[in-house]
């Protein structure tokens, strides 16, 4: 700061100069001014104003001792930054997300010196964006929008003062999600391959058509769903809800078809929300037909529950329209078919074996009595033909006690073992009493007292062990030469 002065005669003196702030005491302070004429100081008076109003007055002496005295001077300081201020209307919450994507910001600024200059404002997708030094936005700006696009932006505004004080950055951030997420459904349906001996689940080549049995539906998901997913399907009024096991962005479910569920066409319909709460939307199969009945133009696979049995209808095997079912009972599954039906071509029954402790068998009634079916078995697959009307179960029989009897003995030269409640081939061991193997008897039910090499084993105690069908009975028996 500084100002003029002047002396016509005996001129000033420079040691002589002297200031009162807001009508104080008067205070020496040295004049920085480097020609005559005019006064400064930068080091003594400045400091002492702070932010708000002052009363300054300079008083000064010439050579002669004469003191002259400036008129009181008003002086406005403004040290202090403005600070700015940003909200939304449209996405108030700076952690939630939303989905629209037209954004509405309300901007304000205070200053309590010099008053608002204006802003300059940065709009990107970098929390630590700092604004630059140049005003683009006028003081009585209030508010700004913006069409954005999805993701996380930033509006980062810097307010100045008419001091030219620049304040701090302050910035706002918008979460955005426009897009809805998308459940792709894939429906998996029973798939009979008999040279691979495999009955699976596999996406059917054309239009999903369900008959009675399993099948899976697989959704998957382009975003994790903060409520939901869950799946129905509708048919006319009526939804039925397929419970899903998964997280994330895959689930799976399993739905059964009876004889009991009305033909006709099933939509899926899918409920969840994403983060924004966007409603999910279906891609891939929409709607699948349901259908019971086998009419003679078509071919049918109908499957059990676990996929372990399966009956193919091919296509001419019936007259008019037939419905069949495989029902699991305890180790059977039982064939419930309406109206009874008449093969114009032989049918096919198929079981998995899975266990080979037990046998399997198909039985077929006839209305008057029950019978056992020729059947083979093919990769795996125990397969029977039928082609007469009639009830018919596929299954295992539970397998009997391995029971084993040795006789006559110990007075003949040979010892019989029967053998009940197993196949008829059988291998039988013979130990001595300290376990050591001396015989092995494949395809026969007698021991004749020799050793592997045929010579005769001494008289004694002997321990047997019978093995058939996975199952093993032991006992002893005495040789006497």
Not at 307 to 326: C, D, Q, R, Y
């Given at each position: 700061m500084g100002g003029e002065v002047e002396d016509e005669l005996s001129g000033i003196d420079p040691g002589s100069f002297e200031y009162s702030l807001n009508g104080g005491p008067w205070v020496r302070f040295e004049n920085d001014a480097d020609r005559p004429g005019v006064w400064a100081d930068v080091d003594e008076i400045p400091p002492l104003i702070g932010d708000g109003r002052f009363r300054l007055r300079v008083r000064v002496k010439d050579r002669a001792g004469n003191a002259g005295v400036s008129e009181e001077v008003p002086i406005s300081a403004d040290a202090r930054p403005p600070v700015a201020f940003i909200s939304s209307p449209t996405h108030p919450e700076q952690n939630a997300w939303y989905s629209k994507r037209r954004v509405e910001?309300?901007?304000?600024?205070?200053?309590?010196?010099?008053?608002?200059?204006?802003?300059?404002?940065?709009?990107?997708?970098?929390?630590?964006?700092?604004?630059?030094?140049?005003?683009?936005?006028?003081?009585?700006?209030?508010?700004?929008?913006?069409?954005?696009?999805?993701?996380?932006?930033?509006?980062?505004?810097?307010?100045?003062?008419?001091?030219?004080?620049?304040?701090?950055?302050?910035?706002?951030?918008?979460?955005?999600?426009?897009?809805?997420?998308?459940?792709?459904?894939?429906?998996?349906?029973?798939?009979?391959?008999?040279?691979?001996?495999?009955?699976?689940?596999?996406?059917?080549?054309?239009?999903?058509?369900?008959?009675?049995?399993?099948?899976?539906?697989?959704?998957?998901?382009?975003?994790?769903?903060?409520?939901?997913?869950?799946?129905?399907?509708?048919?006319?009024?009526?939804?039925?809800?397929?419970?899903?096991?998964?997280?994330?962005?895959?689930?799976?479910?399993?739905?059964?078809?009876?004889?009991?569920?009305?033909?006709?066409?099933?939509?899926?319909?899918?409920?969840?929300?994403?983060?924004?709460?966007?409603?999910v939307s279906i891609a891939g199969v929409r709607r699948f037909l349901v259908r019971t009945s086998v009419g003679p133009d078509e071919e049918a696979l109908i499957a059990s529950w676990d996929?372990?049995?399966?009956?193919?209808?091919?296509?001419?095997?019936?007259?008019?329209?037939?419905?069949?079912?495989?029902?699991?009972?305890?180790?059977?599954?039982?064939?419930?078919?309406?109206?009874?039906?008449?093969?114009?071509?032989?049918?096919?029954?198929?079981?998995?074996?899975?266990?080979?402790?037990?046998?399997?068998?198909?039985?077929?009634?006839?209305?008057?009595?029950?019978?056992?079916l020729d059947a083979e078995v093919r990769n795996g697959m125990l397969i029977a033909e039928i082609e007469r009307p009639g009830r018919f179960s596929i299954g295992y029989l539970k397998p009997k006690k391995l029971e084993v009897r040795a006789a006559p003995n110990p007075f003949t030269t040979a010892t019989t073992f029967y053998i009940s409640g197993g196949a008829k081939e059988a291998v039988i061991r013979i130990f001595r009493p300290d376990g050591k193997l001396i015989k092995t008897l494949k395809g026969m039910r007698s021991w004749d007292g020799t050793d592997e090499e045929g010579r005769r084993v001494e008289s004694g105690i002997y321990i047997y062990q019978v093995e058939s069908e996975g199952r093993i009975a032991s006992g002893t028996v005495v040789f006497i030469r």
């Open positions: 910001f309300t901007i304000s600024g205070w200053d309590g010196g010099s008053g608002l200059a204006g802003y300059s404002f940065a709009l990107d997708r970098s929390p630590d964006t700092v604004p630059e030094e140049a005003i683009t936005l006028r003081p009585e700006t209030r508010k700004l929008e913006f069409e954005l696009a999805d993701g996380t932006w930033f509006l980062h505004l810097r307010p100045v003062d008419e001091a030219g004080n620049w304040g701090e950055t302050v910035s706002f951030r918008v979460n955005i999600d426009s897009t809805p997420p998308r459940a792709r459904i894939e429906l998996l349906t029973p798939k009979l391959d008999i040279s691979k001996g495999e009955l699976r689940l596999e996406r059917p080549a054309d239009r999903p058509v369900l008959r009675p049995g399993p099948a899976e539906v697989i959704l998957t998901l382009t975003e994790k769903l903060t409520e939901g997913p869950r799946l129905f399907i509708r048919f006319g009024n009526a939804a039925e809800r397929v419970t899903l096991e998964g997280e994330g962005l895959r689930f799976r479910g399993r739905i059964y078809i009876d004889l009991e569920a009305p033909e006709g066409e099933r939509e899926f319909v899918v409920e969840g929300s994403d983060r924004a709460g966007n409603s996929l372990k049995a399966a009956l193919l209808i091919p296509k001419g095997a019936v007259e008019g329209e037939v419905e069949a079912e495989l029902r699991r009972e305890g180790s059977w599954y039982r064939a419930a078919t309406h109206p009874e039906i008449v093969f114009k071509r032989p049918a096919k029954a198929i079981l998995l074996r899975a266990d080979p402790l037990r046998r399997p068998f198909l039985i077929f009634n006839d209305g008057v009595r029950s019978f056992r």
